[in-house]
């Protein structure tokens, strides 16, 4: 399903067809040892998981250059043993089927190019595509760009049927400043994200998404919900 003319959302990645780049965001690589080292004991499978969902989205989509906008590791301050180990194997896996990996620096990515460098692959602060601007998201932007593409918020809807409560990664577009807004959800199988209805939300480019269409991801398709005014109500009743 196309988000806006030439972009396709394909799972929870977006798929830049002419430019045949694919965007995906927020790996978090790293998290269950961070998980592990407050207690909380989870198994390791979330590289495996990703690395599964983008071999079926490569089955779709046949990319020239995977961009990674932010985030690509959990830790702030420190690179986490697991970090280094799946950072590289993750890259040695996308590298093996496209020409390029592209890195925009997340607010946990600074000391990301330490890692980048063993790979040689490009760690930016924002990237550039014709009339379209790719940020992580978490600071806004100074920019003459039509359409913003955003990660960071990782955004989510939760749906109520009946007694079950059910919380899905979602697509968000928008305006912001006149610009066109596009915020991409995490595709950290861990990550549920946050839900748009209820909780607060991160990015400064989404202060007011009341406006905004959702596009919900549920078991690898894509479904258009509307506007997040129109929705409202029915989740709150």
């Not at 702030?76 to 620096?105: C, M, P, S, Y």
């Not at 692959?121 to 100074?142: K, N, P």
């Not at 995490?186 to 994200?193: A, V």
Request: with cysteine; charged share 25%.
């Amino acid at each position: 399903m196309e988000i806006s003319p030439g972009m396709q959302m394909v799972d929870t990645a977006l798929w830049l067809r002419k430019q045949k780049i694919l965007i995906i965001n927020d790996l978090h690589l790293g998290y269950e040892e961070a998980l592990h080292r407050k207690g909380i004991l989870v198994p390791r499978f979330q590289l495996q998981e990703i690395k599964e969902q983008i071999t079926r989205i490569f089955h779709n989509v046949s990319p020239a250059t995977v961009i990674i906008n932010g985030d690509l590791k959990h830790e702030f301050g420190t690179v986490l043993q697991q970090e280094w180990k799946e950072v590289l194997e993750f890259l040695d896996f996308v590298l093996n089927e496209v020409a390029e990996v592209i890195i925009i620096r997340g607010n946990h990515d600074p000391l990301l190019k330490f890692i980048a460098e063993k790979r040689a692959v490009q760690v930016v602060t924002e990237y550039l595509v014709g009339d379209t601007l790719i940020v992580h998201g978490d600071h806004l932007v100074d920019t003459k760009a039509k359409r913003i593409i955003i990660g960071h918020e990782h955004p989510a809807l939760t749906i109520r049927k009946g007694s079950k409560r059910e919380k899905y990664k979602c697509f968000l577009k928008g305006k912001w400043q006149g610009k066109e807004l596009i915020a991409v959800p995490s595709f950290n199988p861990l990550l549920e994200g946050t839900d748009i209805l209820k909780e607060r939300l991160l990015s400064p480019f989404l202060e007011d998404v009341s406006r905004f269409e959702v596009y919900v991801v549920g078991k690898g398709e894509v479904f258009w919900f509307g506007k997040v005014k129109e929705i409202l109500p029915e989740n709150h009743q």
